[in-house]
């Protein structure tokens, strides 16, 4: 090993150390800041790193990276300067699907790089960890763009789950053919036809995975295809023997089946349900009225006015505000901010109780709340505010549906049965902001919504929201 590599594999040692503190500081609200800064800071040392290897080793210009380099970061800055926070789930879907195509263009651009006899001298592990950074990273590619399709609500890729007769075994059989291709790879290295097979079966295999899964499920595919991505990434650096480029990726994979695990049992439903389960459904557009004929136990729904409701939350020492989808959609945040204000005001508490699967991605309400300058300190997570929702005079839910329905503690054979719920119903009253009585994504009526304690407030999530700010604000 020359001196210039061991100099790069000590700024690839230090690289690393910066992306673990970093992923340690994003587990903390306060702290994340900081540790993506701290992450950034690791990535910029073995960028650097490898450009000044790659220009020292080979005859490589910089022009064409540098024009990379500058198309990426413009694009980037682009995007993010233009991307409102509502539509970040679909952001974060796009991101993982420009990881999982540079690892596969990557990957394929090595192999197709070596001359016949490059290829014969290369050692199998690298032609099987090329056949899989091709498989892994098309199936995060296609994927990502079909959950983006589903997030964004586009017409060729709806919301519920779309599954076919012969659909689980053409899965299985295309992702035993990857393998499949990746290991006889090793025994033919020259058979380039086996690299153009294998991507038309990972774009196809990432298509098929992501149309059957509903798109409420989308947190969890969301953090399942960062997984992916991190696992082609730590794959085509093992191709390319670089260790910055491996730690990463493990880095990345690890995290995301862990947070994908958190979010499974969230959902009291295994992985293997949530990919091939098929549970899903698509919302109409229809009125209040659909559901209260046939309400729950034969109760009906109680509508308030917003004037009832402003009265209810003044007279609240606790009110437990429940986010939802419904508030992104409305992009209601800084609406219930200012309304958590007014109450404040009047000397009420108030809390955030966050579901870990509410909205469409992980941390989704965090993100929103965060925006609107909410406190970290009054946002609670499950475990922590389900005890208080006994004490609360007002349990606030402005657009989350099955993470509130109590039928998740006694119906078995509820979709959702067994699912860890907000214990909403337990609040002296609760109020619900919703635009219709249209079920969530399990396609079940919400029990909550006939409850004697529980009133609803029919329409757009901001609307309703800035209404009561107003009432408040007369009567102060």
Not at 110 to 125: F, I, P, R, V
Not at 394 to 421: C, E, F, Q
């Amino acid at each position: 090993m020359t001196t210039q590599e061991i100099a790069v594999n000590y700024v690839y040692l230090l690289a690393a150390m910066l992306f673990i503190v970093g992923l340690k500081m994003l587990s903390n609200v306060k702290s994340a800041p900081r540790g993506n800064m701290v992450s950034a800071f690791g990535m910029l040392l073995a960028t650097a790193a490898t450009l000044f290897f790659i220009t020292g080793a080979t005859a490589i210009s910089l022009v064409w990276i540098g024009i990379a380099l500058a198309i990426g970061a413009m694009t980037g800055l682009y995007l993010a300067l233009k991307t409102p926070m509502t539509n970040m789930p679909q952001m974060v879907a796009l991101l993982n699907g420009f990881g999982g195509i540079a690892s596969l263009l990557v990957a394929s651009g090595d192999y197709l790089n070596k001359t016949d006899h490059q290829l014969g001298e290369t050692q199998g592990y690298v032609l099987f960890t090329t056949g899989l950074a091709v498989l892994i990273g098309g199936v995060t590619f296609t994927g990502s763009l079909i959950a983006f399709g589903k997030l964004q609500g586009l017409k060729i890729t709806p919301g519920r789950p779309i599954q076919f007769p012969g659909q689980k075994p053409l899965i299985g059989l295309l992702v035993l053919l990857g393998i499949l291709l990746s290991i006889m790879l090793i025994e033919q290295p020259s058979a380039g036809w086996m690299i153009g097979l294998s991507v038309a079966a990972s774009l196809m295999l990432g298509v098929l995975l992501v149309i059957g899964i509903g798109g409420a499920d989308m947190p969890v595919v969301i953090s399942l295809l960062n997984s992916y991505s991190g696992l082609a990434a730590a794959m085509a650096g093992f191709v390319l023997n670089n260790n910055a480029l491996i730690i990463t990726g493990s880095l990345v994979g690890a995290s995301g089946i862990i947070l994908t695990n958190i979010m499974c049992k969230a959902m009291n439903r295994s992985l293997a349900n949530v990919l091939f389960g098929g549970v899903g459904f698509e919302a109409t557009t229809s009125g209040p009225t659909l559901a209260v004929a046939g309400g729950h136990g034969g109760g009906s729904v109680r509508e308030l006015s917003t004037e009832d409701a402003a009265i209810q939350l003044e007279a609240a020492g606790l009110v437990i505000v429940v986010p939802g989808y419904g508030m992104a959609v409305a992009q209601a945040q800084h609406g219930v901010a200012e309304l958590a204000q007014a109450l404040e005001n009047r000397g009420i508490t108030v809390k955030y109780a966050i579901h870990p699967v509410a909205g469409r991605m992980p941390g989704h309400m965090n993100v929103l709340l965060a925006e609107a300058n909410v406190p970290y300190e009054q946002l609670c997570d499950l475990e922590t505010i389900n005890p208080e929702f006994e004490q609360a005079g007002v349990a606030l839910v402005i657009g989350a549906n099955d993470v509130t329905n109590p039928a998740a503690r006694h119906a078995k054979d509820s979709p959702i049965y067994g699912m860890p719920i907000l214990d909403v119903d337990k609040a002296r009253s609760v109020i619900v902001i919703k635009r219709s009585l249209n079920p969530g994504f399990a396609g079940i009526e919400n029990e909550l919504y006939f409850h004697p304690s529980c009133g609803m407030l029919f329409g757009d999530g901001k609307t309703m929201v800035n209404a009561l700010v107003a009432e408040l604000n007369e009567t102060a």
